[in-house]
């Protein structure tokens, strides 16, 4: 069955020929091909650098290293602070591409399956969901991210062309009584503001 959705380039790569629209290898596929628009490093999971960043923020909430060391657990408001004041973010490797999505469906973006398995690189959210209002909203032109996390102890280079994972185009159902109206401003997280 084929449905009223169509993958473009996003204006910032519009002319770049080497951009890749989303396309399925064969016919029995169920994915599109994603590709990196951009060379992109994703540093190791493991940099200790990293967590030193995250860790000195942190420390900075308490008044001895004693209550530090037996802090118990962290708000998810207080651990976004510790994130966003170390720089230590996960990676969004670029695809150059927007996907226009009919009402009652959404785009599901998953890694190839080769990543986790021959490269240690995985999503960070597990699976990417993709609403249709996330295309060309007022705040947002709508570019397709996917969000990497590298498990292996050094940097990964993505090269400009990489095959980096898939979209799958799904029907969804809603409940009974949703009575949902709000409309979207914005990209990554502007759902939760």
């Not at 994603?34 to 190791?44: G, L």
């Not at 708000?75 to 994130?83: F, K, N, Q, T």
């Not at 591409?97 to 599901?108: A, G, N, S, T």
Request: charged share 25%; aromatic share 10%; hydrophobic share 35%.
């Amino acid at each position: 069955m084929n449905i009223d959705a169509k993958f473009e380039k996003i204006s910032k790569y519009a002319e770049d020929n080497d951009i890749i629209v989303p396309f399925r290898k064969t016919s029995a596929s169920a994915g599109y091909d994603f590709y990196c628009a951009e060379d992109t490093v994703i540093p190791s999971f493991a940099n200790t650098d990293l967590w030193n960043r995250v860790a000195m923020e942190m420390a900075k909430d308490y008044k001895t290293e004693e209550e530090f060391e037996n802090a118990g657990p962290v708000s998810l408001d207080r651990v976004a602070g510790y994130i966003k004041r170390a720089h230590a973010k996960v990676t969004l490797v670029p695809t150059g591409i927007k996907c226009k999505i009919p009402k009652d469906h959404y785009l599901q973006l998953c890694v190839r399956s080769s990543l986790p398995l021959k490269h240690w690189l995985i999503l960070a959210n597990g699976v990417g969901i993709i609403d249709a209002d996330y295309c060309n909203n007022p705040d947002n032109e709508g570019e397709i991210f996917f969000q990497m996390i590298n498990l292996s102890p050094f940097p990964i280079q993505l090269k400009k062309g990489d095959k980096i994972g898939q979209g799958i185009i799904k029907p969804y159902e809603k409940v009974r009584n949703d009575n949902a109206e709000g409309s979207r401003q914005g990209g990554f997280g502007s759902t939760s503001r």
